[in-house]
Nanobody
Framework: QVQLVESGGGSVQAGGSLRLSCAAF????????MGWFRQTPGKEREGVAA???????KYADSVKGRFAISKDNAKNTLYLQMNNLKPEDTAMYYC??????????????????WGQGTQVTVSS
């Protein structure tokens, strides 16, 4: 069983920054493919960024150049640095993990484990 706990959400003005963290209660996150997703009411959960076991990354076009995903294997923690935030980034953000190889890193159906989410609100 994998437990994921997100933190770092909050309210910021457009142009501001936030860093989300996801603490993973597992033996080692180095053995998992991990990602960040977001969801607004009435919409499907969309992939924001993902990081493979080898550290390679993938981003949604809407966040490229503004968001950066990273992980600290020693701390078993996943991060999402979000810069130049826009009102359309407002959503509940979720951390996700899966032990198997992932064909579509930004597809929420690929992931087996999910956190409870942390809210990000960006005002104009």
């Amino acid at each position: 069983q994998v437990q994921l706990v997100e933190s770092g959400g909050g309210s910021v003005q457009a142009g501001g920054s936030l860093r989300l963290s996801c603490a993973a209660f597992v033996y080692s996150i180095s053995k998992y493919y991990m990602g960040w997703f977001r969801q607004t009411p009435g919409k499907e959960r969309e992939g924001v960024a993902a990081i493979a076991k080898d550290g390679s990354t993938k981003y949604a076009d809407s966040v490229k150049g503004r968001f950066a995903i990273s992980k600290d294997n020693a701390k078993n923690t996943l991060y999402l640095q979000m810069n130049n935030l826009k009102p359309e980034d407002t959503a509940m953000y979720y951390c996700a993990a899966v032990a198997e190889w992932v064909a579509f890193p930004l597809d929420n159906r690929e992931y087996a484990y999910w956190g409870q989410g942390t809210q990000v609100t960006v005002s104009s």
